[in-house]
């Protein structure tokens, strides 16, 4: 099993960009993050129990970055012409996907599925042979089957899988179809057919992902738990550049124990964890088991909410129970 953690590197190295060709919120609060259910089905189809689930609505990051509609999140190769930086943070944006990650050479995934035609995707960030990651595409299976059988897949209906040993990452040796343009990347064929029967929503990490909005959301399942800390779900938007971490305890929450701070008071605040420069909380409330920390960000974010959730997770915690 391997964490890609050159996703998340990638993501806030694009992310430094965003400060620069998106706002950071009105002043007034007249600005809110987006809402609404991610793809139940898309999350569903990753694998259950997985501790870690990341969804990105690519179709609203191409519509918030002002890209067209039909943006291939893959940077061109050999090209004169340099992208636009709202292209650069597509790209990374969508690398966590496993799909379009920062490679050395093209993988049979990469050069096979259409980003022009996904609208949105999901992710455990691990490869391993249980686990599933999905894309939701308008492109059809039988041309995706038919490319991967060019890269020596082979296919057995709505399953196509490879034998190969390539140690190259991320590989899916096992893509299904999953109908209605939900498309099954997994460790395995075995893994392909328990997310293909088992299908719809989880009590997973996966189920968490509503509780924040924005077109790219995380969430973390510590395991095992790490102290009264039951999960933390963030969730951003790029324009306007908003985010929320949201923070579930095994008891009563308290705002003292949300300890990442923008600018905390060393006298006032000696644990306190300081937030990457151009974070500013507006609101950090505590509501039953439940801690809800709102912030926008700007140039130098190193990632708004994806760059907090991997410093929460690493060597340090946002919540000190």
Do not use: W
């Not at 002043?27 to 259910?37: F, I």
């Not at 002002?66 to 992208?83: T, W």
């Not at 609208?119 to 089957?145: E, I, K, W, Y």
């Not at 990442?260 to 039953?288: M, R, S, W, Y």
């Amino acid at each position: 099993m391997k964490l890609l953690a050159p996703v998340g590197l990638a993501l806030a190295a694009g992310f430094l960009l965003v400060g620069s060709i998106v706002g950071c919120g009105d002043d007034d609060g007249g600005d809110e993050l987006s809402r609404g259910a991610p793809d139940q089905d898309l999350v569903g189809a990753v694998a259950p129990a997985k501790p870690h689930v990341d969804y990105v609505d690519v179709a609203g990051v191409r519509e918030q970055l002002g890209l067209p509609r039909d943006q291939d999140p893959a940077l061109p190769e050999n090209s004169e012409a340099a992208p636009s930086a709202e292209h650069l943070v597509f790209s990374n944006v969508a690398s966590s996907l496993l799909v379009y990650t920062p490679r050395p050479r093209p993988g049979p995934l990469a050069e096979t599925i259409d980003g022009a035609s996904v609208s949105a995707g999901t992710t455990p960030r691990l490869v391993s042979a249980d686990a599933v990651a999905a894309v939701r595409t308008s492109q059809p299976f039988g041309q995706l089957a038919a490319r991967l059988e060019e890269h020596g897949y082979e296919r057995r209906g709505d399953l196509v899988t490879s034998e190969s040993t390539d140690a190259f990452q991320p590989f899916f040796p096992a893509v299904a179809d999953g109908g209605d343009g939900l498309i099954i990347l997994a460790g395995s064929a075995e893994a392909a057919e328990k997310a293909l029967e088992t299908g719809g929503a989880n009590d997973s990490a996966a189920s968490l992902l509503d509780d924040v909005g924005g077109v790219v959301r995380r969430v973390d399942v510590p395991t095992p738990q790490r102290g009264c800390v039951r999960s933390i779900a963030v969730g951003q938007d790029l324009d306007p550049a908003l985010g929320e971490i949201v923070v579930t305890v095994a008891n009563e929450a308290s705002e003292e124990a949300f300890v990442l701070d923008d600018q905390p008071d060393p006298e006032d605040h000696p644990n306190a964890l300081v937030a990457p420069p151009g974070v500013e909380f507006q609101t950090v409330e505590a509501d039953g088991d439940v801690v809800r920390a709102n912030f926008s960000y700007e140039l130098g974010a190193a990632g708004g909410a994806i760059g907090l959730i991997d410093l929460a997770f690493s060597m340090n915690e946002v919540y000190r129970c």
